[in-house]
Structures are given as C-alpha cells and as structure tokens.
C-alpha cells in the first residue's frame, strides 16, 4: 500500500461523483479553485453563486487545523474573500516546524449552522481492517477524538450496516438525526472502499434540515490501486506536503517511472542537505533512510528515492544524472556523500545498472569534485562482481573518492562510514562473497561450501554504526 494525501477539493469530488445514500447531499461539486493566475472576470462566469452567495475560503494546501491558525476566511461576500487573500495568497506562512508558501485556495458557499449541527466523523485504514470513529460534537474544538469518539472495526471483506453504525455509534445523536447519519456514514465507507481511500476525515459534517454538508475533509487514497480505480480517479494531482515544494525533477522522474517496467522514485526532502541516496530496491530505500536518520544525518538527508525492477541501463543513466544534478548546484562546507546502496538482488543486472550510473558520475566528474562528492557503494546480486569493478574503476580515472564494497559488508555499514561514526576499510575482504561461492560451488567440497556459508552469514551480522 501507498497511501498518498489528496487535495481537499480532489476528496469532494470523489464523493459528490461516486457516493451513494439516501441522505441528501448539499453543495454537490459547488467550490472554486483560485491561485495567483486567477481571472476574477472568468471565475465568476464560471462559478456565478460566488456573486450572490456568503463565502468560505481557505488554503488547499494539506494543513491541518487551518481554523485555529486563522487560515479561514468565513461569511465572507466575494469582496470581503479577495481581500482577505490580499494579505495571504503568494505569502509565507509558517505550520508547526513547515514553512512554505499559500499558492492554493478553496472558495465554497457558507453554511450557517448551530454547533449541535456539526458531527465528526473519520475512516481508516489498518493491518485488521478498516476502523470507523464518529463523535457527536464536531468541528474546531472537537479535542482528541481518538479518546472520546465512538468506533467500530470493519474486518476485511465485511460490510457495514445502517443498524451497526446506528446501535454503536450514534448512541449520543439526537433521534432525529440518526436515520440521516446511519445513510450517510454506510454510503461514505462504501465509498472510502470502492475508491480504494485509506484515510478519510471529515471535520464538521453538518446535517440541517435542508441535509448533510460536507464542510472540513481530508483524505488519502491508495496509490497502488490507480490500475484498478483509474476510470474513477481520473489523472489525481498528489501535492507535495505543505513546506516542500514540487520539484520539476521529481515529475521528470515520476514520468520515467510511468513509461517503465521498472520503479524509479524520487522525492526531495532538503535539496541543501550533503547527505545523497541512490538506493536499489524499496525496501532497502526505507532501511537506508532509517539508518541516516538513527546516526543524526536526519537533518542533512536531501532525498529519498529507489530505482529497482531491473531498469535498463539507459533508465538507471537518467535516473542517476538527475541526482547528481541536483547535488551539484550548490556547495555545503563539509562536502556532500553519495550512498549508491542496496542488498542482494534478485534478478536485477547489477552491472547493466552500474554502467548506467557510471556513465552518469563520468559526465558529471567536474561538479562532483568541485563540490567534494564522496561515494559509498554497497551491492550485491547477478553480476555484481562486475557491476563493483566498473564502479572501482571510474573512481581511479576521475580522481572522485569512490568506496566500494560487496556482500562481504553489512548492507547499512557504508552509512556509518559515510557520516563518520565507523573507519573506511582500505581493502575489504573478496573472498567471502556470498554470490561469489554460489558461482564455484560445483568446484568445492560440502565442508568448503558450508565454512563459506558461515563467513558470509557472520559478515552479515556487523553492525553498522
């Protein structure tokens, strides 16, 4: 499972499209999008209710408590919403530890309503099943729900019913409500399932007389699922989390991967970091990045990214030239490293891949000296021997400080040598390699083999750090 957070206005779309329930659903598909580009003149062509309607307008952007931060403009007319963007659209803001720039809003009708109209109500995803937590005081205060809502589990490939939602969790909502609620809420998880959602908030759910508003919602979907629920999905727009800036490089690569057999992934966590991933495989993206941030390098970690799949070597060339780009465009005092890392693949061509790597670090062997690249490679796997020799190699004819290792090396042990916390081997041991002994087995004794078998299973066990 990916899940990846959606844009509020891409959430209520999916709703007001797909979802299905008796209860009625108000303000179906009424929201406009304004950015520093809008015209004012076509927008209200388009949207004409924003002319005579009370407003709501608030940045789209994947922050949370936007209403405690004064980030929404409410009971506004169209007047009252442009300026209050004035002083808020293209300007920086700081959310907790983020800091980044308000570029996109949302405007929606004005709902009034009392307090004892607004529920809370939430659906997400675990190992178990899905979990359904409802309260019946919602909105801004509505505190820690995990410790007061009601919830229910709903196991993998069980259904939820309008008495089950009504019996366990509308035990505080008024009789005449509940009718309305139970429609609504089974509706909504038939929705969060069918659309593949792992995470569906919606803070206030407001239910009048008139029917159910869907006022406040954040959400996530499994990206996984874009085969199974492309029809639905349409092309979805995953923004970046507020803070971190969509780089051209990631949609580069996000587009390789796309045309690819392969998985190429690439995210920019710090592009002022020293500290350089290129890592084959997505699990071993993930212990990498663990590894760097339990040695303290949480801080100058610039990327996170795998390339895996058996990429060509021409995939793996444009995968890697587009990292060095990014490393090479601004010097950091201490020089910057490089982890080239991996375990032991599977069916991956590791030497096909190294040459494309290779290819990328000779052009970029100017910038790489210039801002004091130090490489760290750990690989193993089909042609690996190879793939490490070629790799050994261009560092002795660029001058770039290449380490190299193979099997014979913890696979997280080149982060401790990367960031300093364990001494760089001048010659590490080749004859314990665990690919190594599989290729000459036929060649050797039972006891031969079995001795090998433990050096390699004792390699493994080293720690890191």
């Not at 009048?208 to 492309?230: N, P, S, W």
Request: proline share 4%; with cysteine.
């Amino acid at each position: 499972m990916s899940a990846k957070a959606i844009s509020e206005q891409t959430g209520k779309e999916f709703l007001y499209k797909y979802i299905c329930t008796t209860a009625a659903v108000q303000n179906r598909f009424r929201y406009a999008t304004v950015t520093a580009e809008t015209d004012w003149d076509h927008i209200t062509q388009e949207h004409p209710w924003l002319l005579t309607e009370r407003l709501v307008v608030k940045p789209d952007q994947l922050i949370k408590r936007r209403g405690k931060l004064g980030l929404v403009g409410i009971n506004l007319d169209l007047q009252g919403v442009q300026e209050w963007l004035k002083s808020r659209l293209m300007r920086e803001t700081t959310v907790g530890k983020a800091k980044g720039v308000l570029k996109n809003f949302l405007i929606e009708p004005f709902v009034p309503h009392t307090q004892e109209e607004e529920f809370y109500v939430c659906i997400y995803a675990t190992r178990e099943g899905d979990h359904v937590l409802f309260h019946h005081e919602g909105g801004v205060e509505v505190g820690d729900v995990d410790a007061k809502a009601q919830r229910l589990m709903v196991a993998v490939d069980e259904k939820l019913s309008e008495d089950q939602v009504t019996e366990q969790l509308l035990t505080h909502v008024p009789d005449d409500k509940k009718e309305v609620l139970a429609s609504f809420i089974v509706g909504l998880f038939n929705l969060y399932e069918d659309l593949y959602f792992t995470y569906l908030e919606i803070n206030p759910l407001v239910i009048t007389q008139d029917g159910v508003y869907v006022l406040d919602m954040a959400a996530k979907i499994d990206a996984t699922a874009d085969y199974i629920c492309k029809a639905k999905w349409g092309d979805v727009d995953f923004p970046p989390p507020f803070g971190r800036e969509a780089y051209p490089e990631e949609a580069y690569i996000a587009d390789l991967d796309a045309k690819s057999g392969a998985s190429l992934k690439l995210t920019l966590l710090n592009p002022h970091g020293r500290i350089w991933t290129m890592v084959a495989g997505g699990g071993a993206s993930v212990v990498y990045s663990d590894t760097i941030c339990d040695l303290g390098g949480v801080d100058e970690l610039a990327n996170y990214g795998e390339y895996s799949g058996a990429p060509s070597e021409q995939q793996t060339y444009d995968y890697a030239k587009t990292i060095l780009s990014l490393m090479t465009r601004e010097k950091h005092p201490q020089g910057k490293v490089l982890i080239i890392g991996g375990s032991i693949a599977n069916f991956t061509n590791v030497a096909a891949t190294f040459k494309g790597i290779v290819r990328a670090i000779k052009d970029y062997q100017g910038p790489l000296k210039e801002h004091e690249v130090t490489i760290f490679v750990r690989r193993g796997g089909p042609n690996y021997q190879e793939g490490l020799r070629v790799m050994g190699e261009v560092g002795k004819t660029t001058g770039i400080p290449i380490h190299v290792f193979g099997t014979e090396t913890h696979m997280t042990a080149i982060v401790g040598m990367a960031l300093g916390h364990r001494p760089i081997p001048n010659q590490p041991p080749m004859d314990a390699h665990t690919a190594n002994f599989l290729l000459n087995a036929s060649n050797n004794s039972a006891k031969v083999l079995s001795h090998r078998l433990m050096q390699s299973h004792n390699a493994v066990n080293l720690l890191y750090f």
